[in-house]
């Protein structure tokens, strides 16, 4: 069992930045995929983000890519995701995810383990 605690998240105007954080349980944090998955109401989690030793280097939705950044400090059993120029389209709750079961990652079933979200508002 893995425990992941996100933080960081709040209110801010379009354009500014945030940076998530996600604390995980565990001895062997620097062993685990990690992702950041999205979701507002009435949709489906959407995919966000995601390293880990399944992937050669960071993986990004392309409606983040380049204003996005995830990264990890193993030392903390933290993974973050820094958002820069956010736009109000941002707007959601914020999932981190861990262990990947499959190779399809950007779906919310092949990931097990779940925090329980940070809500992030972008005004315009």
């Known amino acids: 069992q893995v425990q992941l605690v996100e933080s960081g998240g709040g209110l801010v105007q379009a354009g500014a930045s945030l940076r998530l954080s996600c604390a995980a349980s565990g001895r062997t944090f620097s062993f685990y995929d990690m992702g950041w998955f999205r979701q507002v109401p009435g949709k489906e989690r959407e995919f966000v983000a995601a390293?880990?030793?399944?992937?050669?280097?960071?993986n990004y939705a392309d409606s983040v890519k380049g204003r996005f950044t995830i990264s990890r400090d193993n030392a903390k059993n933290t993974v973050y995701l820094q958002m820069d120029s956010l736009k109000p389209g941002d707007t959601a709750v914020y999932y981190c995810a861990t262990h990947l079961e499959n190779s399809d990652y950007r779906s919310t079933n092949a990931w097990v383990y779940w925090g329980q979200g940070t809500q992030v508002t972008v005004s315009s």
């Open positions: 390293l880990g030793r399944s992937f050669g280097s960071p």
